[in-house]
């Protein structure tokens, strides 16, 4: 079960913006923050944004991720085909001492 | 550019011991205040952490597995590991090693399927 919760699809156009969401509590997502990652079929996750909202280097600047509250949002402008994967939140959960994760969003680019 | 690269066996029978390493290469685990820790991914699902540890002797796990979870490093060979006794068919997934806490770093993954 998804301890952070996540719209499981979310379809854009080409070179619209897409905002994905990831909603927890005080305990996660408000306490330290939220990390995104991208995968695409077949392959393993790649960071694109860690809690404090660093892209790691190679990340092109079209992804930024933000935080309110507890909801977190990566924002990826200018969708590109390649943009189509899942995508998954992740946060340090302080009640449970687990990292939680979100159950994933299917981005589809149209 | 640091790599990371699981290995171990791919089918592993209900009731025993899955064992898996992640060697890393282009840069030691024992520098810096990193966590190495292994995350799973039961087909077709999302994602599951399982546990991460340190250099320093630190060690966390999933509350739900960690009475069945062991993680150790070995720096003379640049190597984690994992181990997870009592496995059963829900325990078959893709397993990565990566570098925590921010999972800035990946294996390819490795499955390992839990069947007799």
């Known amino acids: 079960q998804a301890g952070l919760t996540q719209p499981p699809s979310v379809s854009k156009g080409l070179r619209q913006t897409a905002t994905l969401t990831c909603t927890g509590s005080n305990n996660n997502v408000g306490y330290l923050g939220a990390g995104w990652l991208q995968q695409h079929q077949g392959h393993p996750p790649k960071l694109l944004s860690d809690?404090?909202?660093n892209r790691p280097s190679g990340i092109s600047e079209r992804f930024s991720a933000s935080r309110s509250g507890n909801t977190a949002s990566l924002t990826i402008t200018g969708l590109q085909p390649e943009d189509e994967a899942d995508y998954y939140c992740?946060?340090?959960?302080?009640?449970?001492?687990?990292?939680?994760f979100g159950g994933g969003t299917k981005l589809t680019v149209l | 550019q640091l790599q990371l690269q699981e290995s171990g066996p791919g089918l592993v029978k209900p009731s025993e011991t899955l064992s898996l390493s992640c060697t890393v290469s282009?840069?030691?685990?024992?520098?810096?205040?990193?966590?190495w820790g292994w995350i799973r991914q039961p087909p077709g699902k999302g994602l599951e952490w399982i546990g991460s540890?340190?250099?320093?002797?630190?060690?966390n796990y999933k509350p739900s597995l960690k009475s069945r979870a062991t993680m150790s490093l070995d720096t003379s060979k640049n190597q984690f590991s994992l181990k997870l006794t009592s496995v059963t068919a829900a325990d078959t997934a893709v397993y990565y090693c990566t570098r925590a806490s921010e999972f800035d770093y990946w294996g390819q993954g490795i499955l390992v399927t839990v069947s007799s």
């Open positions: 992740s946060a340090w959960d302080s009640s449970l001492s687990d990292v939680v």
């Open positions: 282009g840069g030691s685990i024992s520098s810096g205040n990193y966590f």
């Open positions: 809690r404090n909202h």
């Open positions: 540890t340190s250099y320093s002797g630190s060690t």
